[in-house]
């Protein structure tokens, strides 16, 4: 299966993932398993790589390429959610993990096939489901989220400072019909950021595609809770790394590796803890990781790449 996608930050994931023949690692986002591949290289009979994905498509191509690899280490693969990362585990005996691997986001397969309904240049309908078993997409949100919601998520995924124009077009527009395909939309966005704003900047539809996709697949709240689940999988001395390519989501990798490296915070003239907080990990990326200009140079996608780092203590 053709499956294209270039992995980012390829040596950097490889490099602190710190990986053990014998251990065990998680990639959450195997995608064209173009990191995976490298982990699966690397163990040994005794170790085990288990890649997620929640796009069939995705699972396809990775089994595919994995299986070329000849690894001597146990291959699992399942189709899930990364949120449940600790439930996928669980299932298959695993307790403990050496490693987790999450590079957020679409692929540049889901983002380039047209019918998938990511992306403002191709015409197709309104979809943006990474996972297609599930109910919610593009078109429900745009044609039935009342409009305050709608500028909700427009404003707040896709940092629209025209969220509030952009959802009253919206919703005048679909008075007329359900709104179907993302270049009809890509037009109502158009016309309701004014021409002086739109000569500035990315592509008027990018941020509210953005924000749309976002919502579709909770992006955001998956993060978040495998961001946490996986903390608790890891062995001492474990690793996380975590690549992100916009700012909502870097905060929120920040934010929770920030919370769970906190020590106990109670005031010193305390005799003993009160708070029962302890550091769980240790940050080994005091600023994120982005990519050398030769790799933006190869790869453009890679320019917003942000990847952290953290050890379990
Ligand atoms: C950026 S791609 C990963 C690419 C991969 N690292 C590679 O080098 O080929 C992200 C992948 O994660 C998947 N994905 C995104 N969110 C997910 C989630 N919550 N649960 C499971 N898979 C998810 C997408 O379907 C996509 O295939």
Not at 36 to 52: N, V
Not at 128 to 135: F, K, V
Not at 181 to 196: D, G, H, Y
Request: aromatic content about 6%; proline content about 4%; some cysteine.
């Amino acid at each position: 299966m053709d499956f294209y996608h270039k992995p980012v930050l390829l040596n950097e994931c490889i490099g602190n993932l710190n990986i053990k023949p014998d251990g065990t690692y998680v990639d959450g986002t195997l995608g064209g398993a173009g990191h995976s591949e490298e982990i699966y290289k690397r163990l040994e009979e005794t170790g085990i790589l288990l890649g997620i994905d929640q796009d069939e498509e995705a699972l396809a191509a990775s089994r595919e390429r994995l299986e070329a690899v000849g690894g001597k280490g146990k291959l699992i693969l399942v189709k899930g959610n990364f949120r449940n990362i600790g439930d996928i585990c669980n299932e298959y005996g695993i307790r403990q993990v050496d490693g987790v691997l999450l590079d957020i986001g679409v692929s540049s397969h889901q983002f380039d096939e047209a019918g998938r309904g990511f992306s403002y240049k191709k015409d197709a309908p309104l979809d943006m489901r990474m996972d297609r078993s599930q109910e919610l997409n593009a078109e429900i949100i745009v044609n039935e989220y009342a409009e305050n919601a709608l500028k909700e998520v427009i404003r707040k995924y896709g940092e629209e400072k025209w969220a509030s124009r952009i959802a009253e077009f919206i919703v005048r527009s679909r008075q007329k019909g359900r709104i179907k395909s993302t270049v009809e939309l890509a037009e109502i966005i158009k016309a309701a950021i004014p021409a002086a704003a739109r000569r500035e900047g990315p592509h008027p539809a990018k941020r509210t595609f953005q924000a749309l996709r976002i919502e579709v697949n909770d992006e955001l709240g998956a993060l978040k809770e495998a961001l946490e689940s996986s903390i608790s999988l890891l062995k001492p001395g474990g690793r996380i790394c975590v690549i992100t390519f916009h700012s909502l989501e870097d905060r929120i990798v920040k934010t929770v590796l920030k919370e769970k490296a906190q020590p106990c915070t109670c005031p010193k003239e305390f005799p003993a803890c009160m708070c029962g907080k302890s550091a769980q990990i240790r940050i080994l990326t005091r600023k994120p990781i982005t990519a050398a200009p030769e790799e933006i140079e190869e790869n453009p996608r890679s320019r917003s790449a942000k990847l952290r780092v953290a050890e379990k203590i």
